[in-house]
Structure formats: C-alpha cells, structure tokens
C-alpha cells in the first residue's frame, strides 16, 4: 500500500512570488486535504477536493486554490507569497464514503518565504 | 465554531513515567475525536480515534476515552518509552459534510533515559 507522498520537501521563495506543492494520495483514497501548519502551532484546514472539486474550505484568502486530478492527486497554488505563508504543508488523504475514515497524512512540504 | 484545547507544554518525564495529556474540546453535534503523533520532521500519524461516546481508543500503550460529559478526550500510557517523545495533537472530526479536521496546538512531551 503506497502511502501519501509530497513534493518537494523544501522550498525557499520570496515575497510575491508563486508556488505550486503536489500531493500524491494513498491508495484507494478518492480525498485530499490540505494544512497549513505554522511553527509550533497545530494544524490548520485550507480545503479539501472530492471528485475534482472543492468540497469545503477553511479561513484562507482566494490567493490559496487547488486542484485534484482524475487520478485523486492533488496541487496547491500560492499567488503573491507573503511572510507569513511560511509553514509545514501537510497533505492528507482518505475515502470519502466510508464513515468516520481518518485522514491520513503525508510528510509535507516546508516552504520558506524570504 | 468547533475547537480544541490541548494543555500546554512541555512535558518532560522520565521512562517508566505515567503519562496524562489532557484535551477538551468544543462542538456541536456529534464529533469523532483523534489522537495524532508528530516525530520530528515528519507528518502527523494517527495513534488512536473514538467515534461515540464513552468508545475508549487505544494503540501502543496509548489510551483516550470519549467523554461527552465533561467534552474531554485525555491522552494516557501508564509506562512512557524514550521513543515516545514527540508532539501530541488532538483533533476533532467537523461533521458537516467535508470531515476536516480541527486540531489543538499540540503538546510536546519529552522522555529521558
């Protein structure tokens, strides 16, 4: 069973800029959210995609967009990069349609913006 | 909105040590509840989940009991190993349709030989 990988596991950008961070989701998974977790802090929800499209979203300005392919993985999009978007990604994946199924997640993607 | 109050840390012990780390939480419905474990430098990894309450959840020595009375959901290992140190996060399920999750700060506990 593959599990959830991301990539890249680093970045280092400037303020302005664009990113892109692509999540691979676990086998059999038709889900994926994505977290923003900042130093020392838990978690936070950004959204998540089901069947290719957003299916809820979290307090994050429209500068954060995403997008889920045919094949259940993932993008996420930052436009005009600001200081404060530099975190832990985290990626997760899971069925949607079996009640209750954890999510489960991937190593993520520490992105630095100088 | 739904959320998560961990209590804070660090939390330093020695091995052997009784562990607590307690977690309340606010929501309305019926939310399920997690324990997730972060090493350093990698993802979150599901240690235990109870869905209803009074469901105990329990993987590798670790226990939680949903407890809808007092809104609690207290992490416990009654013998911590020197590979148990980490952070701790607990998290709730948002039954409105999306099941994403609301996590705490997190606690980072700390076991020495």
């Known amino acids: 069973e593959t599990g959830v990988t991301q990539s890249p596991t680093h970045l280092i950008k400037t303020r302005g800029q664009q990113v892109t961070l692509r999540c691979s989701s676990q086998?059999?998974?038709?889900?994926v959210s994505w977290y923003q977790q900042a130093l020392g802090q838990g978690p936070q929800f950004i959204f998540q995609?089901?069947?290719?499209?957003?299916?809820g979203r979290g307090n994050f300005p429209p500068r954060f967009s995403g997008l889920q392919f045919p094949n259940y993985s993932s993008e996420l999009n930052v436009n005009a990069l600001e200081l404060d978007d530099s975190a832990l990604y985290l990626c997760?994946?899971?069925?949607?349609?079996?009640?209750?199924?954890?999510?489960?997640f991937g190593d993520g993607t520490r992105l630095s913006i100088l | 909105g739904n959320s998560v109050t961990q209590m804070e840390g660090p939390v330093t012990l020695s091995e052997e040590a009784f562990l607590t780390i307690n977690c309340t939480y606010t929501?309305?419905?019926?939310?399920?509840l997690f324990w997730y474990v972060q090493y350093p430098g990698e993802g979150l990894q599901l240690l235990l989940k109870?869905?209803?309450?009074?469901d105990k959840g329990s993987n590798k020595g670790f226990e939680a009991t949903y407890r809808k009375e007092t809104t609690s959901f207290h992490l416990e290992k009654g013998s911590v190993q020197v590979s148990d140190s980490a952070v701790y996060f607990c998290?709730?399920?948002?039954?409105?349709?999306?099941?994403?999750?609301?996590f705490g700060k997190g606690t980072k506990l700390t076991v020495n030989p």
């Open positions: 997760a994946s899971s069925m949607t349609g079996s009640s209750n199924q954890p999510q489960h």
């Open positions: 086998s059999g998974h038709n889900t």
């Open positions: 995609y089901y069947r290719e499209e957003e299916n």
């Open positions: 929501a309305t419905g019926y939310p399920s």
């Open positions: 109870a869905t209803k309450a009074d």
């Open positions: 998290a709730l399920s948002d039954q409105g349709g999306s099941e994403k999750l609301v």
